[in-house]
């Protein structure tokens, strides 16, 4: 299995930047999909997940503090999830990293991982 991201870099606060993650060696509809974060010396946390298309029908889910500014969204077809982060602010500078397992908020409920893609949002 494996889980590449793209997409991250350095904006400006208030910006937008695209996250994506292609996989390849898995059923990919049957995993539901998250992308979690970690900043410098913190632990990683949760930030968003997508559901499997035959379990919930692809609900989805988001940390308080990015709700209403990223949209997690998914391609079964191209084995790609995707973030789209809006009104970026300093605090969402972190390493994301994909994951793909049986959904849920924390990091334990997941079992492949991506390398991560470095966000910095500069103010």
């Known amino acids: 299995v494996q889980l590449v991201e793209s997409g991250g870099g350095l904006v400006q606060a208030g910006g937008s930047l695209r996250l994506s993650c292609a996989a390849s060696?898995?059923?990919?509809?049957?995993?539901?999909m998250g992308w979690f974060r970690q900043g410098p010396g913190k632990e990683r946390h949760f930030v968003a997940a997508i559901m499997w298309s035959g379990g919930s029908g692809g609900s989805t889910y988001y940390q308080d503090s990015v709700k209403g500014r990223f949209n997690i969204s998914r391609d079964n077809a191209k084995n790609t999830v995707n973030m789209q982060m809006s009104r970026l602010k300093p605090e969402d500078t972190a390493v994301y990293y994909c994951a793909a397992g049986r959904g849920g908020l924390t990091v334990t409920e997941y079992y492949y991982w991506g390398q991560g893609t470095q966000v910095t949002v500069s103010s």
């Open positions: 060696g898995l059923t990919f509809s049957s995993y539901a």
